[in-house]
């Protein structure tokens, strides 16, 4: 059983910038690819940017490609999203999730993950 929480979230103006910290327990968080995902109101849970067990291969949506930087920290046990440049149809709650798998691949789908935290609001003004 992995726990997730995610921080960092909030108010912010377009072309600012946020870091989105999950933390997760457990000993074994070095056995599970991590993602970051987004719900807008009204749509569905969209892939962010995912990240392998040890950080050596990493994915990121279209949308956030050169502005979204993840990263892990496997023995604080924590995954990273940093933001910048931010944008008003970045507006979302964030949900960080977690894959056991020690796979090189990271592009997983939303059903494919087995733990979610329970979201993080970001909201970017124009």
């Known amino acids: 059983q992995v726990q997730l929480v995610e921080s960092g979230g909030g108010l912010v103006q377009a072309g600012g910038s946020l870091r989105l910290s999950c933390a997760a327990s457990?000993?074994?968080?070095?056995?599970?690819?991590m993602g970051w995902f987004r719900q807008a109101p009204g749509k569905e849970r969209d892939i962010v940017a995912s990240?392998?067990?040890?950080?050596?291969?990493?994915y990121f949506a279209d949308s956030v490609k050169g502005r979204f930087t993840i990263s892990r920290d496997n023995a604080k046990n924590t995954v990273s999203l940093e933001m910048n440049s931010l944008k008003p149809e970045d507006t979302a709650v964030y949900y960080c999730?977690?894959?056991?798998?020690?796979?090189?691949?990271?592009?997983?789908?939303?059903?494919?993950?087995?733990?979610w935290g329970q979201g993080t609001q970001v909201t970017v003004s124009s």
């Open positions: 457990g000993r074994t968080f070095n056995n599970y690819a």
């Open positions: 990240i392998n067990w040890r950080g050596s291969t990493t």
């Open positions: 999730a977690a894959r056991r798998t020690l796979a090189a691949a990271t592009n997983w789908r939303s059903v494919e993950y087995e733990y």
